[in-house]
């Protein structure tokens, strides 16, 4: 993957960081099973008013699925913010670096520079940071959370 990156020239950018983690299998399986899951009878119904396929993937089956393609964004955003050993392999420059690794190297830093340091500023420290990390993807979660609950529930009733 790296390889690829180098030769794309994409070492020490965003896109190295976010597009090799944006698609996956687990997103692959989740969007396929989350249109499977979309009655016949719509995409029948869409046919019989005459819509093309194009049109029928647009108008009806995208918003059924909206909940699902929620749900995978939320967790996909996740997976990709939480990434550690990507961003540390893709990226060299500080000004690129993730805020795992960031907060990774506060945590070598906090503890490796001071001698005799009282652990418990080093741990208030380290965990304002990390309380801090936390915030952009429990505000995504907020933002999104009636569609990311509805998409985590769509196949779980059936009837």
């Not at 699902?68 to 670096?97: C, K, R």
């Not at 340091?117 to 741990?123: G, I, N, P, Q, R």
């Amino acid at each position: 993957m790296l390889l690829q990156m180098s030769q794309l020239g994409w070492v020490n950018t965003y896109q190295a960081l976010i597009l090799p983690g944006s698609i996956d299998a687990f997103s692959i399986f989740w969007m396929r099973q989350t249109i499977a899951a979309v009655p016949d009878e719509l995409l029948d119904a869409g046919r019989v008013d005459g819509a093309g396929e194009l049109r029928i993937f647009a108008r009806i089956v995208v918003p059924v699925i909206r909940p699902g393609i929620a749900a995978l964004g939320v967790l996909t955003v996740m997976n990709i913010y939480n990434d550690f050993v990507w961003p540390v392999v893709a990226v060299n420059d500080e000004s690129h670096q993730t805020l795992q690794v960031v907060l990774s190297t506060l945590a070598q830093n906090v503890t490796g520079n001071r001698i005799g340091a009282d652990f418990s500023t080093v741990w208030g420290e380290l965990l304002a940071a990390g309380s801090l990390a936390l915030l952009p993807v429990l505000l995504l979660f907020v933002l999104l959370q009636r569609h990311f609950i509805n998409g985590i529930l769509a196949g779980s009733v059936k009837g």
